[in-house]
């Protein structure tokens, strides 16, 4: 089955720089990737995501890239603030099945 | 507005006992999730279910059941709970066709 591997456990960034977290997985049908915001002791929250007919994605300050040859995607975050800390999971899943499958989770840390 | 609710919000159970986390949605999603969140492990899908009286095995089944009599309601049975299923649950639902996946607010739950 598909599996999903978060490369960073914990990032920290200054407040005004851009975060980068990085996905591979394994499942070349996966089609949908999405990504979750979940601060703490709190549930998860859609924050973006990224199909497969597309290599690029953004909202706001958000950006998601996909390259589906690597097998990899990622998120960044320009322009950072304290409020983004939390932890980011990202997720793909297959059209056959709908399965979501979580990466561990990134720690990401916005210093003021 | 439309939601995934969980109950309860924390649990105690003893080993060997039963226990039944519950999920509500009024999202109308023909697919719901259950996952158990670890340190480290991100989130691992346990049960899934398709519609009303279809339940699906995830990647970690053993010890749990599923149940979905509704299309609004998604239980997870621990049947013999052991101390290793202490975990923080969390429950979704899914629309293949809009790709959005909502989450509840997590079962916190403590077998001694």
């Known amino acids: 089955g598909e599996k999903v591997e978060q490369h960073e456990s914990t990032l920290s960034v200054r407040e005004g720089d851009s975060a980068v977290i990085n996905c591979t997985y394994t499942?070349?049908?996966?089609?949908?990737f999405p990504w979750y915001k979940q601060e703490a002791g709190k549930s998860l929250h859609f924050v973006i995501d990224?199909?497969?007919?597309?290599d690029r994605k953004q909202s706001q300050r958000l950006i998601v890239l996909l390259d589906k040859k690597a097998k990899r995607f990622s998120l960044h975050i320009t322009a950072t603030q304290p409020e983004d800390s939390a932890i980011y999971f990202c997720a793909a899943a297959s059209s056959g099945s709908w399965q979501l499958i979580f990466g561990s989770g990134t720690q990401l840390t916005v210093m003021p | 507005e439309a939601a995934v609710t969980q109950s309860p919000r924390n649990k105690v159970a003893v080993t060997g006992g039963k226990v039944t986390l519950s999920c509500n949605q009024t999202n109308n999603h023909n697919n719901m999730y259950w996952y158990r969140q670890d340190t480290g492990h991100g989130l691992r899908l346990i049960h899934y279910s398709y519609g009303a009286g279809s339940t699906e095995k995830g990647d970690i089944p053993d010890g749990y059941k599923a149940s979905r009599p509704s299309q609004e309601n998604f239980s997870l049975i621990l049947e013999l709970a052991t101390p290793s299923q202490t975990s923080v649950y969390f429950c979704?639902?899914?629309?293949?066709?809009?790709?959005?996946?909502?989450f509840g607010s997590g079962t916190r739950l403590l077998v001694i």
């Open positions: 499942d070349t049908a996966s089609s949908y």
């Open positions: 979704a639902s899914g629309d293949r066709a809009n790709s959005d996946y909502t």
């Open positions: 990224i199909r497969s007919n597309v």
